[in-house]
Structures are given as C-alpha cells and as structure tokens.
C-alpha cells in the first residue's frame, strides 16, 4: 500500500507518465502540430502539479519517488518513433559510418561513395516520399537523414556515443534508449550532486526530457550529464575533473561552453588563481584532445556543416532571424553586438562575484540570458537550462526553455518575441516576488507557488 502522504504525488505523477505517454504516441507530429499545443499544455500543467505535491512526501521517500517517477517519464519517450525532429537518423548515419572505418566528417549521407551502408530505415523505398521526416537527395533518392548533401556538425564526443550505440545493436530505437539512459543518469548525478532529490524531479519529471531527451533522443543530454558532473566535481575543488568534464560537454554539443563562467565563478575575486587556470586548462585539453584524431584525418574539415548552419539559422549579419527580442527595441544589424555585450557584462559578473561553492548558479544565469538573448527555435537547447534549474531551484528560468518550444510549434518573429518576451517577464518576475515572500511583514506568496519543487529558493553564499 502506498502511504498516504505519498499517495498525492503517486497519483499526479502516473498521471503525468500516462498524458506523455498519449503525448509521444496520439499527440500529433511535426507534420500535424495542431494537437501537440494542448498535449504538451496538459503535459505542463501535471508536471507542476507533481512537483507542487513532492513538497509534501517525507524526506526519507523522495529519492526512491524521484526516481522511479524519472524511469517512468525516460520510458514514455520510447514508445514510438521520433515524433518533432530527425535528427536521430543522422546520429545513426555517422555511427554507421564510423563502424565501417570512414571518417563521418569525410562524406555528406547523399555522397555515392557511401551508398553502400545505405538501408531500408534511413533511405527507404516504395513509400512515396511524403512523411514528415522524409525528402528527397539531389539523386532522387527518399531518405529520413536532414540535410543529406551537407556533412555532420556534430563534434568528437558526440560521435563517439554514436558509434557505441551502433556498436550496441544500433538504430533509432538505439539511439531512442542511449537518450532515456543519458537522462536517467542526469537525474542519479543530480540527487548526489545538487540538495536532494526535490530539486532533481525538476530535471527527472520534466516534460521535454521525455520529448526531447528520449522520443526525440537529442545528444544534447549527454551533454548535459557531462556538464553536470563537470560543475559538481568544480563545486568540490576537483578542477581538473571538473574542466576535463566540461571540456567534453563541450565537444558534445558546443552550447555547454556557456556553463565554463559558472565554473570559473568568483575567479576575479575569492577564487584562487592557479585553481581556475587548472579547470581553464583541463577543459581546454579535453576538447583538443577529442578533436585531434579527427583533425589529422579530416582537417577543417572537422567544422562540418557548422558555418552552413549558422547562416541557415539566422545568425549571419544582414540576415537575422534570431535576438527577436533585441531586435524589437535596436534598428536592425545591432542585435548581435547588443547581445554580445550584454553576454559579456553578464559573464564579467559571474567572474567576479559568482559563488565557487554554487558554480551552477552562475552557469544557469550564463546558459539562461544566452539563450534569452539568442532566442533560438530549438527547445532541445534548454535541457541544459533544465539540468542547471535542478541543481540551482531557480525554477523560472524553465520558462526559457518553454519558449524554444513554443517558438519552434509556432514560428515566425511574432511568436519568437512573445514567447521570449513572456519568458523574460517570468525571469524578471518572479524573484521579486520571491524576494517579497522573504521579507519580514510581506505579503507571502503561497509557499507552494513560490518553489514547485519543495526547496528554499537559492540566495548567494550558501
């Protein structure tokens, strides 16, 4: 029998499991969006109430409640194929590539040269070429790998894990259990890592790790893991494990270089010197160290399809598609040095009064603004601002991921600025609020309201 303080939380949480379960199957997909607005709401909508009821299981049951409450959410993920991104087919691609002894920066997927290793999965035959995922190559070959005449832009360590699951049994499903497997470790590391398991349902129970950790199985979560681990080795002075970590999340994904501040947090002020130069210099030898074989077969090479998608997304002067909320307030052409220096400033911050002890504090207000300023359409990015929120409480900066989401269902600037300007206000917001509810003779905020997950909101120096 289940006891009855935990049975609240039991209840909310199957309730979650079963409408991501309904999500990731009847929800809808990339190609009929129309139901995903609402599955992803009532989604959303579980996911605080669970958290809100977490606050009152007894401490002794929360750990084993988190858990099982995060292999029930990974599992959901995997019980039907991609549904909003293909971006897994080409993680099979390069593993399968890798496996046949060819560089995967070498050739782009289209290229005759590899038409060997083509199969009925990724390059499939007699169907038409009509679903959501499929297209055509410049042959007239049907394929479900994006962007086939361009090569991978996906770095070292990523590609490694992509041979280790070709290497074990390989495929999307593969790829789908790698994900649910990356995103159930997260949720170990960050039990032992940050104040409890509270904070890490935050991560576990989320939504978008069922969508796009495991469904979708972005490498974004590893990641993620990778700078998790990274930051709590650095909290307990292990620099050169801490930097050797991050400097593989960053040859994973790139984006988890953003989080390097946070490490490196009061280095202009209390940290010793010599300790921020060994986590500087670990980090920096890890990703050359990943990078290195790579370069002596392949050259710059390695770079891939990277400055093609920089300016496919927007990101090229005279053609911006993305700072929409800088763009709503700067003529045209300042945002990305607007962006820039605001990045800048908030970087100098972390340096000089950032928390050593905390160094994910200062990594989720990096990761947060960087992405707040950038405003991509990918809400894949946030699952660092996710992981970085389970470690830090501070629970409105998932509002930025929420806003990738909205923005890549939605489209267009408009959306791009209101989803992003709503998750600004809620950035801005609610630690006022937080501050009102910790004055002495405030008017409080109902405490569940003030902290979903069950922890005291985070304050410099502890």
Request: net charge positive; proline share 8%; glycine share 12%.
């Amino acid at each position: 029998m289940i006891p009855r303080p935990l049975l609240p939380c039991a209840l909310a949480l199957t309730a979650l499991v079963a409408a991501l379960a309904l999500t990731v199957t009847v929800g809808g997909t990339l190609a009929h969006r129309g139901p995903l607005y609402g599955w992803y709401a009532l989604d959303t909508a579980l996911f605080v109430l669970a958290l809100v009821l977490l606050r009152r299981v007894p401490d002794r049951q929360v750990v084993p409640l988190v858990l099982a409450g995060s292999f029930l959410v990974a599992a959901a993920g995997l019980l039907a194929p991609p549904r909003t991104s293909d971006d897994a087919y080409r993680y099979v691609w390069d593993g399968r590539v890798q496996a046949a002894g060819t560089s995967p920066y070498a050739h782009a997927p289209d290229d005759p040269a590899l038409a060997r290793l083509r199969d009925a999965d990724l390059f499939p035959v007699g169907d038409g070429c009509t679903g959501w995922d499929e297209r055509r190559t410049a042959a007239g070959d049907c394929t479900r790998i994006n962007r086939p005449a361009v090569h991978t832009i996906y770095p070292p360590v990523a590609q490694a894990w992509f041979l280790a699951l070709h290497l074990f049994g390989g495929g999307v499903r593969g790829v789908q259990v790698g994900g649910a497997l990356l995103a159930l470790a997260t949720t170990g590391v960050l039990t032992a890592v940050g104040r409890g398991g509270r904070r890490a349902a935050l991560w576990g129970w989320c939504p978008g790790v069922t969508v796009w950790a495991v469904n979708d199985a972005h490498i974004d979560t590893l990641g993620a893991l990778l700078m998790v681990a990274g930051l709590g080795c650095a909290a307990r002075g292990r620099a050169a494990a801490g930097g050797g970590l991050l400097g593989a999340a960053v040859a994973t994904k790139l984006l988890p270089a953003l989080a390097l501040p946070g490490a490196l947090s009061g280095l202009l002020s209390r940290r010793p010197v010599r300790t921020g130069l060994v986590l500087l210099g670990s980090a920096a030898g890890a990703f050359a160290l990943a990078y290195a074989p790579h370069v002596a077969v392949s050259g710059a090479a390695v770079l891939g399809y990277l400055p093609g998608y920089l300016k496919e997304e927007g990101y090229e002067q005279g053609h911006l598609d993305r700072f929409g909320l800088l763009q709503a307030v700067l003529p045209h052409g300042w945002a990305p040095w607007a962006a820039a220096l605001a990045l800048v400033a908030v970087v100098a911050r972390v340096l000089r009064c950032g928390d050593p002890d905390r160094p994910w504090s200062g990594a989720l207000l990096v990761t947060g603004t960087a992405l707040l300023l950038a405003a991509p359409a990918y809400p894949w990015y946030g699952l660092l601002v996710v992981a970085l929120v389970a470690l830090d409480g501070r629970w409105e900066w998932l509002a930025v991921p929420a806003a990738g989401q909205v923005l890549y269902l939605a489209g267009g600037p408009v959306a791009q600025q209101a989803a992003y300007g709503a998750a600004l206000v809620c950035v801005l917001a609610v630690p006022v609020l937080r501050r009102r509810y910790e004055r002495p003779g405030g008017a409080a905020p109902r405490p569940a309201a003030a902290d979903p997950a069950g922890v005291r909101p985070a304050t410099r120096g502890r």
